[in-house]
Structure formats: structure tokens, C-alpha cells
């Protein structure tokens, strides 16, 4: 069910290029076109036309394809109205007419009485449909706002982190400076896309590639390093959280356990990194970033380092190293 308001004017109205191009136009019912979208599912409305109406969704989206419409032809030149008007009794969302076909003189009609928003699409019904739901899972996708910087590193979705001064903008401007990207700073939005995928961008896409660096000001990332340095939107793939050092904090040394972050249902990994003057952040970052790498290749560092010493314990070398060769023999 969607959580926001989005009518059948915002879908028309929506800017999608390329594989996300939906191709609508309306036909008739243009005061049908307020109406809300509160199922984000689609119908074929096959039964329906039939006079079956029974658990019929009407308050989904009503697709017609080659069949629907030749059925309604065959309506319209047996002069039975009266299906469609029984059909548009139950006020339908909207429907959709997918590979540019029109719905009969009678059908259009109708819907212009009843307000129900009639659309044409030249899109096939099964790709139609495919776009659709990929679309309705982004603009209807959980989301909420972080503080932090947000960059992808060797192809990895990474954020930043900590509190305020703690000096994310600062190893974020070093990273770019190393042919990084920019996604978004200090305000991050992020969404949840098919309830396992953390996707980060901008919270105001004006904004979201300036940074502002303590003692110089707002920057133009786009400005200052070209547009090849920022991207507009990236999965979150490891959460980096700098913090000020504590010597009484035991740090992960060997990096057994892998921590985790839950964003909005998701776990996440995550670490941290301890800040401190002479610590090369932006290049423990970049190791970060290429061991997570690594692991989703099936390589994990730690693990393979652990299998190498108990298998160096097991033949013995350890105890002449230990106990040196007189003791142990």
C-alpha cells in the first residue's frame, strides 16, 4: 500500500527516460486523473469485463491487453453496453491501454461519465507492467534521512558517519581528490527498493553535491573536479563511523565478526574507525572499500588469516617458535 499521496496526474507527469519511459497519454476521464493511488498492484480486467466481480480489485490499476480489447470490439459490435457500465460501477482507478491500441467509442463514453481516467500506452502489457512495478518500488520505497557523506569508493557505496566535526567532509574531499565520487553530504536520503537494497542520494538534489569544509566555505563538487566526480544515486554498502579515539576502547583488530547497522529493515555492515592525528583515513577507507570487495568475491581476509595460523599451530611450528627445539624435542 503506497504511504504518500501520488495521483494518476503525478504518474503521467512523471520525467522517465530509456528503459523507465512509460509513454502515457490520456484519452478521456480527465477529471478522474486526481484520483490517489492507494494499491501499487495491476489488474488484468479479463473477468471483470465478463461480469465476474467477484474479489475484483478495483482499486488497482486496470491494464488491457490484445484480448481485453478484443473483447471489448466484440461488445461494442453486439451493442452490449451494458457489461461496461456494470464494469464502471465499481469505481475503477484508471484504466491503461497498452500497445497503443483505443478502447471502443462506448467504453470511452462511459468513462467520461463516470470521471475514470482512460490511458494509452504503446508499451507492451508484460514490459508495461515491468517498468511500472519498478517505478512504484521507488517512489513508494521506505525511506528516511541520515547525517553524513555518502561516496562511492572502487564501486562501493560508502557512508560517512560521526558527529559534527568529527571530519567526514574533510576525508570526503581527500577521497575526491583521489578520483572518488561524490552521492550526497551532510543530508543523505535513503530508501528501501524490493526490501533488501539501501538506496542513497541526495535529500535536495540542489544541494547534495555542494560540501561545506570548515574554513573555506561551500564548494561545488561538480565545479571544482568535474562531473565525473559525483553520481547521483548508489546502494549503501558499508557504513564507515569515525570516531574520536578512546584509549579505552577495545578496536577490532583482526576483523572475525563483522559488525552490521540496520537502515530501515536492512543490515548493513559496518565499522569503526577511530580518528586521531597521523591516521591516513582516506586510505584505511579506499581498504575498506576493496575488502568488502573481496569478501562479496568470497574472499575474507581475517578468515583465510585464521585458517593460516591454526593450520601453522596444528604442525607444530608454533611450539618450536615458542618453546624453542631443546624444550619442545
Same mark, same amino acid.
Given at each position: ?111 467520461? /461519465?463516470?470521471?475514470?481516467?482512460? #490511458?494509452?500506452?504503446? &508499451? =507492451? ?8 512495478? $519498478? %517505478? ?95 553520481? /547521483?544515486?548508489?546502494?549503501?554498502? #558499508?557504513?564507515?563511523? &569515525? =570516531? ?8 577490532? $583488530? %583482526? ?5 552490521t547497522v540496520n537502515l530501515l529493515g536492512v543490515e548493513i555492515p559496518t565499522i569503526d574507525i577511530p580518528v586521531r592525528p ?52
Amino acid at each position: 500500500m503506497a504511504e504518500k499521496k501520488f495521483t494518476i496526474l503525478d504518474l503521467i507527469n512523471l520525467e522517465l527516460s530509456g528503459y523507465d519511459a512509460l509513454n502515457l497519454k490520456c484519452v478521456a476521464g480527465r477529471r478522474g486523473l486526481s484520483r490517489e493511488l492507494s494499491d501499487t498492484s495491476i489488474n488484468r480486467p479479463g473477468l471483470g469485463l465478463c461480469g465476474f466481480f467477484e474479489f475484483f480489485p478495483r482499486s488497482r490499476i486496470q491494464l488491457f491487453g490484445s484480448s481485453e480489447v478484443a473483447y471489448l470490439n466484440r461488445l461494442y459490435a453486439e451493442n452490449r453496453t451494458d457489461t461496461i457500465r456494470q464494469f464502471f460501477t465499481y469505481d475503477i482507478l484508471c484504466c491503461i491501454f497498452s500497445l497503443g491500441q483505443e478502447p471502443t467509442a462506448d467504453f470511452l463514453e462511459i468513462a467520461e /461519465e463516470v470521471s475514470c481516467a482512460v #490511458l494509452i500506452t504503446d &508499451l =507492451e502489457p508484460s514490459e508495461f507492467m515491468a517498468r511500472l512495478m $519498478r %517505478i512504484f518500488s521507488n517512489i513508494f520505497a521506505p525511506r528516511k534521512t541520515l547525517h553524513g557523506v555518502f561516496l562511492e569508493v572502487y564501486g562501493v557505496g560508502i557512508m560517512l558517519s560521526g558527529h559534527s566535526g568529527v571530519g567526514k567532509s574533510e576525508t570526503a574531499l581527500e577521497l575526491l581528490e583521489r578520483g572518488h565520487r561524490l552521492v550526497a553530504d551532510d543530508i543523505v536520503e535513503i530508501r528501501c527498493v524490493n526490501g533488501n537494497m539501501i538506496l542513497g542520494s541526495g535529500a535536495n538534489t540542489l544541494m547534495s553535491h555542494h560540501m561545506e569544509i570548515r574554513g573555506l566555505g561551500i564548494i561545488n563538487v561538480a565545479q571544482l573536479y568535474g562531473i565525473g566526480a559525483i553520481r /547521483e544515486q548508489k546502494e549503501v554498502q #558499508l557504513v564507515v563511523n &569515525l =570516531e574520536e579515539w578512546d584509549s579505552e576502547k577495545i578496536y577490532d $583488530r %583482526i576483523g572475525m565478526a563483522q559488525k552490521t547497522v540496520n537502515l530501515l529493515g536492512v543490515e548493513i555492515p559496518t565499522i569503526d574507525i577511530p580518528v586521531r592525528p597521523g591516521r591516513n583515513l582516506p586510505v584505511i577507507i579506499e581498504a575498506a572499500a576493496m575488502n568488502i570487495r573481496l569478501k562479496k568475491m568470497g574472499y575474507n581476509s581475517a578468515r583465510d588469516f585464521n585458517k593460516n595460523v591454526l593450520r601453522w599451530i596444528e604442525t607444530g611450528d608454533a611450539q618450536v617458535a615458542y618453546y624453542g627445539t631443546e624444550d619442545y624435542y
